[in-house]
């Protein structure tokens, strides 16, 4: 079995009767997705938050009830996907371009549950670029002030064909590489919150309480922050 799927179906052993919990955005989180759909078919009631219309219209496909986040107060989980994890438990998200909302709904949460496979395990953050979510007025000038900062080598506006990627607010993704790995992921996110434009960092510092590893033989490891 691929381990994103392994990690994804063993999730959804998490979710309990009667929870409303978020749900994630990403190619491990379709996985959940199904075997959250299945549980559903067999009576398992629960409701989900999602943090993106690309979750919400597969889990509507599968009829899986849906609420907005602010018809609640706080979510007991909340289960997501990352494209970096450090042995802190510090995460790189936004790979997926819904990261603004998935902070969001993480940062509303009780239990942040990472699932992944072995590949999104580094010993420091940086080998994946940065998302760095801006507001479209302006962009060229947030990106040009990323590069004069000397903090990244490369500031990349994200593209959808011929056009910038959008996000679900409306929003721009510049995808930012490091020039070296994160020694002090702190340090960067309090860089980035002072430049003006700058909406939301791809950087999850502190959040995730576990994440459930899936290996490509098979084993399924539960790694605690």
């Known amino acids: ?3 994103k799927e392994s990690a994804g179906r063993a999730a959804a052993a998490r979710v309990e ?3 409303t919990l978020g749900l994630g955005t990403g190619s491990t989180v379709r996985w959940l997705i199904e075997e959250l759909a299945t ?7 629960f409701t989900v938050v999602p943090t993106s219309r690309q979750t919400a219209e597969l889990a509507a496909e599968y009829n899986i009830p849906l609420t907005d986040i602010n018809t609640i107060e706080k979510l007991p989980l909340t289960i997501d996907g990352a494209d970096e994890i450090d042995p802190s438990g510090h995460l790189i998200k936004g790979g997926g371009g819904a990261l603004l909302r998935e902070k969001i709904v993480a940062a509303a949460s009780d239990y942040l549950l990472i699932i ?7 010993p420091a953050l940086g080998q994946f670029p940065l998302p760095i979510e801006v507001i479209p007025f ?5 990106q040009d002030q990323l590069l004069w900062s000397g903090l990244f080598a490369q500031v990349v506006l994200r593209q959808a064909g011929e056009r910038p990627f959008i996000t679900d607010q ?3 993704i510049l995808d930012c590489k490091v020039q070296r790995p994160l020694s ?5 996110e309090n860089q980035l919150r002072s430049i003006t434009g700058i909406v939301e960092t791809g950087l999850f ?3 995730a309480d576990e994440a459930l590893i899936g290996y490509t033989d098979g084993r399924i490891e539960h790694i605690f922050f």
């Open 1 to 3: 079995m691929d381990p």
């Open 17 to 19: 009767p009667g929870m």
């Open 39 to 45: 549980r559903h078919s067999q009576g398992l009631s």
């Open 116 to 122: 992944a496979d072995e590949k999104k395990l580094v």
């Open 138 to 142: 302006g962009h060229r000038q947030v």
């Open 170 to 172: 409306g929003h721009y």
């Open 184 to 188: 002090n992921p702190y340090q960067l």
């Open 205 to 207: 510092i502190e959040m």
